[in-house]
């Protein structure tokens, strides 16, 4: 039996002992026990919601959802954030919100969306340590250089590291191309705790370098079959540039996709050009091209990536026709979506 049946009980078998002032006041108690027991019903349901949403947008995101569909979700968490708001649960609202913010970005291409979403949030809860905003920070500094804001990128830093949220030192690093060179980050011998958020803030200051609305940068570079190719030789055309590591473990599935939008839309301006960051073909070349890829690939990219503020297993940038990056790190659906903008389909 639970503690607030057996009070319950306990204070009927008082009541029926003594006067009326006894049973008022046993009554009002009990009207507050069952105002508890509905409001830990409402927390209850809201655990429920939250669980159900976060599964949906699990879900759809390995399916080929449409964008009134992304958008009816983006809708129905945003009702959940501020329902957990009025609640008082701040650390889920904060949670729900990083959710849409993410939704806004990748699935609805909006990440000033997303940036002006999470701005909010950090405006709402400054000046506390609770909620944990960090991975607020760490968002913010991701959609704004998608968005190629690298002052902005630059003030979020400065803000961090003076508010209560700061979290020490940052980490040194270097590597990070995949499997073969590891990421490796310098633990600093200052006292204190050190600030992996700081870090993760300053990888997105330089991938700001070649943010949405940045001239794609120049390089040259030298194909698998020897043939040179340049930024210069792809103007007047739609370019998805992209960077990845042999053995990234969704490579197989997106390189299909990518085929699937190179046989629909290279007719009408689409080139693809693969760069790895492996400094030499392996056998995973003979497989792309019984897979079906028929465009360049290239190997040790590495300089390539770097220019593009990449490292990692995977990324990528669409150009335009006038040689401006009009998407950066798409996938899946947003792929299609982004080529077709490009394009102007």
Known sequence: MS????????????AGKGGAMRSAILMT????????RIEAGDTADLQVQMKRLLSKVQALGSSAASAEEWSRLNARLDRLAGELAGAGRADEEVRVRLVQARVLARRLGDPRGAVELLEGVRRKYAGGRRPDLRPVYVALARYLAQCGDRSRIRELITEFVQSPQYDGEKYPYSGGWGREIPLKVVRPRARGADSLTVTAMEKYLKESMAGVGSPCPPFVVVDVAGRRHTRGEYIGRVLLIEFWQPGWAGWRRHFQRLIAAYDRYHSQGLDILSVSYAPRPGPEVGELRRMGVRWPLVYDGRTVAARFGLFGEWGNAVVNRRGVITARDVREGELSRAVREALGL
């Not at 503690?3 to 008082?14: D, H, K, M, T």
């Not at 108690?29 to 508890?36: E, G, H, K, N």
Request: net charge positive.
């Open 3 to 14: 503690s607030n049946r057996r009070l319950e009980r306990g204070i009927v078998q008082a």
């Open 29 to 36: 108690v009990l009207m507050l026990l069952a105002a508890t």
